[in-house]
């Protein structure tokens, strides 16, 4: 039996037409939000409200001194303010972007420090020297015609 690649395509995003129905499901809602709070989606920012849902990738940013709760999958966050928080389940935690914590502490100012840029820029200079290495090797004493 022979398929045409039209044939071929309608079937492949017909299969996988689940995946992207399951994409668009809210995974957490707005419990409460003060003036000055937002919701970051499709790189828009909208103001929040109670009762708003949340998806997979909105980030729910607070400005001044707004405050939010977000309910999402069994757990609950409070975003202090000027805060931002990444909806994407239980295990996330909200980034402070203040001179100072409330505590008068700084953690969390300026994001980052977990060590992950490190990680990634160590693994791309580890690939870029394979690559070199294996481009300049040579182990035959024939000589390579191009």
Do not use: H
């Not at 970051?40 to 001044?64: C, E, H, M, N």
């Not at 609950?76 to 502490?105: N, R």
């Not at 700084?106 to 690939?127: F, I, K, R």
Request: include cysteine; proline fraction near 3%; charged fraction near 15%.
């Amino acid at each position: 039996m022979k398929f045409s690649r039209v044939t071929a395509a309608i079937m492949m995003v017909s299969l996988s037409s689940p995946l992207f129905a399951g994409a668009e499901q809210a995974i957490g809602k707005l419990t409460s939000a003060d003036q000055g709070t937002f919701v970051a989606r499709d790189g828009k920012l909208v103001p929040a409200f109670a009762g708003q849902q949340l998806y997979a990738g909105d980030r729910v940013v607070t400005r001044g001194k707004a405050r939010a709760n977000v309910q999402s999958q069994g757990c609950s966050y409070t975003i202090a303010p000027t805060s931002m928080l990444s909806v994407a389940g239980c295990g996330s935690s909200a980034k402070s972007f203040a001179a100072g914590g409330e505590d008068g502490t700084d953690e969390g100012a300026g994001g980052g420090g977990s060590g992950s840029g490190y990680v990634v820029g160590g693994l791309a200079l580890l690939a870029v020297a394979g690559g070199i290495i294996a481009a300049t090797s040579n182990s035959s004493s024939k000589p390579v015609s191009p």
